[in-house]
């Protein structure tokens, strides 16, 4: 229930409602109704551009898939390819086919978009466009009937005009994306269900003319917002261990003022541990260190400096302060184990039998003072107290 309400909070899923309540509250009036259909072009145009700028292909195809639809569903389309059918023939496919585009987009790696890779991305769109003209020129009711065939026999209440194998499908979808995001929540999985709800919701209200395009462009605008996001955590987070980069750490620095303390601590004899585990555990220890340095008190605040190397960070507090803090981290640590299943290509046909894998750190801090009146002179002066810390025999705290 707590993942639940956390995925529920989120940016995309937060925007999704706010729309939503805005959608039921406003009357609809025909120069809103012009305005949001114009605009949602511009939206989509805005998000293809940051989607090729940031790499984001993912993003770039889904976008590209979803003003594809919105274009096939529109009057325009319909008036001019003239054909009756079109109109009774387009809406099931593209509410099967939409969720499907989605998911499949949101498994493929970033591999770029005007390359090879997203030539054969490209090619997925086309066939499916192909193959809904070759359904719609021909008539052929065997290459449609799939998407309007009742699953159901059994009567049910008209709640949705979206067709039962798309209403299927939504469902399929939505639990597989629900599943990932109890496992390892991340923005694009978060992004990917909140678009998926955004579009069946425009999907499901088509018959009212605002609903699509106003969803629609709903979903583009939750994958722009996503991009600037992961375009900052690219920029200010460190990938490994969730913490904030030394970018962060120097913006930061220069907003300290009046009394402030920095430590700076190392996880000992790390690159021993490193040679006898193997990288990937010591990565593991990392995120492990980092995790509790998230939790630092004090009013602390953490960034990784570097390798195994971490700054924290203490505004308006005197090193006395600080050092029962950075103390109960020490301890923290200490006695915070990391489990080794001691994977292995050659014991993995064995019996694995884990142990506890216990790692210790090293802090050195310092406080602005008359001596150390530059934030510079601050770190150096910690660093320098770290050195201290390592010759005093490690896992210790010195000034």
Not at 147 to 156: S, V
Not at 175 to 193: A, C, I, V, W, Y
Not at 237 to 251: C, I, S, V
Request: positive net charge; glycine residues 6%.
């Amino acid at each position: 229930m707590t993942k639940i309400m956390s995925i529920a909070t989120t940016i995309p899923f937060a925007l999704l409602i706010v729309a939503s309540i805005i959608y039921l509250c406003v009357p609809i009036e025909q120069p809103l109704l012009s305005i949001t259909y114009y605009s949602s072009y511009a939206i989509y145009c805005v998000g293809l551009m940051l989607s090729w700028w940031f790499n984001r292909s993912r993003f770039f195809f889904t976008i590209t898939v979803i003003a594809l639809v919105q274009v096939a569903l529109s009057d325009w389309a319909a008036a001019t390819i003239g054909i009756t059918a079109y109109r009774i023939v387009i809406y099931p496919i593209v509410c099967v086919l939409l969720p499907i585009n989605i998911f499949v987009f949101s498994l493929l790696k970033e591999r770029g978009i005007f390359n090879g890779w997203g030539l054969q991305r490209f090619g997925i769109i086309f066939f499916q466009i192909f193959y809904i003209a070759v359904a719609v020129v021909s008539n052929d009711n065997a290459l449609v009937s799939f998407f309007y065939k009742k699953l159901l026999t059994e009567p049910l209440p008209l709640v949705t005009a979206i067709p039962q194998p798309a209403i299927l499908i939504y469902g399929i979808v939505f639990l597989l994306f629900l599943l990932k995001l109890g496992k390892n929540k991340s923005h694009l999985d978060s992004t990917s269900t909140a678009v998926l709800a955004a579009t069946m919701i425009g999907l499901h209200l088509k018959a009212e003319p605002l609903a699509m395009p106003a969803f629609f462009s709903l979903a583009g605008i939750i994958f722009i917002i996503t991009v600037i996001q992961a375009s900052y955590s690219m920029a200010y987070l460190d990938e490994l261990t969730g913490l904030p980069a030394r970018r962060a750490l120097r913006e930061n620095m220069m907003k300290l003022s009046g009394e402030y303390t920095i430590a700076m601590l190392d996880i000992d004899f790390f690159k021993k541990f490193n040679d006898t585990y193997g990288h990937d555990t010591g990565d593991d220890v990392l995120r492990l260190v980092a995790s509790l340095l998230q939790n630092i008190t004090g009013g602390g605040k953490a960034f990784r400096y570097g390798g195994e190397e971490f700054t924290i960070i203490f505004p308006n507090t005197k090193i006395e302060e600080a050092m029962p803090h950075l103390e109960k981290l020490r301890m923290a640590v200490e006695k915070c184990p990391h489990v080794y299943e001691g994977k292995t290509e050659r014991t993995r046909k064995k019996k694995i039998s884990s142990k506890q894998l216990f790692v210790t750190i090293s802090i050195g801090v310092a406080e602005r003072n008359k001596k150390y009146r530059h934030v510079d002179e601050v770190i150096k002066a910690a660093d320098t107290a770290l050195y201290r810390a390592k010759k005093k025999g490690r896992n210790c705290v010195s000034k």
